[in-house]
């Protein structure tokens, strides 16, 4: 083996399969036919019988509406296991057992992707009444606690097109964004007390998981109804929520 390549013949089929997957996630927005014949130099004809058998499979998704692909709930479940043997996901289950014995409440980690905050673990509080979210969920960047502690300790060229995206889209001035992500930083958390949308519960507060660089690779949230906790500083919550994420940043030898 050499530079990571092996010297033997391979499969062609497989290596199409990888290209025209890699090229799906290079884009921005859902691809049609056409365009994802363009972008992997091969005829619509043959293209299609790749996508009929990924969509059979659920690692393509297809909107018949706009007759477009997109990456599917398989690829995201196996990234998603891959991610957790070589990340802060393999470590997080015994410290988000502690917050459901400690805290009583649902608790969920998200780590970055190319799409923004992607939902990785989710550990529920086991009350009868109880806040579920599902694994492979996208948050929004400027609407959850979550999204807005990747917003506010990620570089801005990471999320700067999803946060003009958003603003448009839920009509918030950039002054108010940046004041915002400006308190979450200050304050080592952030927080949601509003229901909205679709996203689970009403009450949430997230903190942010920093590697030895100091860089954020994971939030990990609480969830809950409103009035079952109170989203403060001195909070007995964001008090251990703190704690909790900086014992796991200190187990990726954060300093």
């Known amino acids: 083996m050499e530079n990571g390549q092996i ?40 293209l299609k019988k790749y996508l009929v058998s990924f969509v059979r499979t659920d690692f393509v998704t297809f909107n018949e509406s706009n007759k477009t692909y997109d990456l599917g709930p398989k690829l995201i479940e196996l990234g998603l ?26 608790s969920a980690l998200a780590i970055w992707s190319s799409n923004g905050p ?36 990620l570089p801005k060229h990471y999320t700067e097109d999803i946060m003009a995206n958003e ?9 108010s964004v940046e004041e915002d992500l400006s308190n979450i930083r200050s304050k080592g958390f952030a927080s949601r007390d509003e229901t909205s949308g679709e996203l689970p519960g009403s009450l949430s507060i997230a903190v942010p998981i920093f590697n030895y660089d100091g860089e954020i690779v994971a939030a ?30 200190d187990q990726l030898a954060y300093i």
């Open 7 to 46: 010297k033997t013949q391979g499969i062609q089929t497989v290596e199409r399969t990888a290209l025209i997957l890699q090229e799906m996630k290079n884009s921005n927005k859902p691809l049609t036919l056409t365009e994802l014949s363009k972008k992997v130099v091969m005829s619509k004809n043959n």
């Open 167 to 175: 603003m448009d889209f839920y009509k918030l001035s950039k002054e």
């Open 118 to 153: 992607v939902i990785s673990k989710y550990q529920s509080s086991g009350r009868s009444l109880n806040v579920e979210i599902k694994l492979g969920y996208h948050p929004p960047l400027l609407k959850s606690s979550i999204g807005r502690c990747f917003a506010s300790f």
């Open 220 to 249: 990990i949230c609480i969830l809950g109804f409103a009035s079952e906790f109170t989203i403060n500083e001195q909070s007995n919550e964001v008090q251990k929520l703190r704690k909790i994420a900086k014992e796991v940043s």
């Open 81 to 106: 296991h891959a991610l957790g043997k070589h990340s802060v996901i393999s470590m997080i289950d015994p410290f988000m057992l502690k917050i459901k014995n400690e805290l009583k409440y649902s």
